[in-house]
Nanobody
Framework: VQLQASGGGLVQPGGSLRLSCAAS????????VGWFRQAPGKERGGVSC????????YSSNSVKGRFTISRDDAKNTVYLQMNDLKSEDTAVYYC????????????????????WGQGTLVTVSS
């Protein structure tokens, strides 16, 4: 079971990036998936997540209206489209997956996940 995150980089404020997370070794369809981020000196926190089986999606208040999570279960890939990026979005972004039963916004909590990608750095700076 592996998750491979990609798509990070340096972008100017107001710019966009799309992160991808490809899974191998298991089928995505029955998994809850999430994106998390960790800035220097801060705890890892939920950004956006998607419950399995076409369930609900959730996003943190700080990214609502700017970030969108989507998934292509046929390709075993989850995406995070990030628009109107701000300096405070600078962080290492991680994807995670779990086949445990989640309720409501459980998917926004990192401790619920057992599979993690390696992280991709997003730097928003002029």
């Amino acid at each position: 079971v592996q998750l491979q995150a990609s798509g990070g980089g340096l972008v100017q404020p107001g710019g966009s990036l799309r992160l991808s997370c490809a899974a191998s070794g298991f089928g995505f369809g029955n998994y809850n998936v999430g994106w998390f981020r960790q800035a220097p000196g801060k705890e890892r926190g939920g950004v956006s997540c998607s419950n399995s089986g076409g369930g609900s999606t959730y996003s943190s208040n700080s990214v609502k209206g700017r970030f969108t999570i989507s998934r292509d279960d046929a390709k075993n890939t989850v995406y995070l489209q990030m628009n109107d990026l701000k300096s405070e979005d600078t962080a290492v972004y991680y994807c995670a997956a779990s086949d445990r039963t989640f309720f409501g916004s459980d998917c926004m909590e990192p401790h619920h996940y057992e599979h993690w990608g390696q992280g991709t750095l997003v730097t928003v700076s002029s």
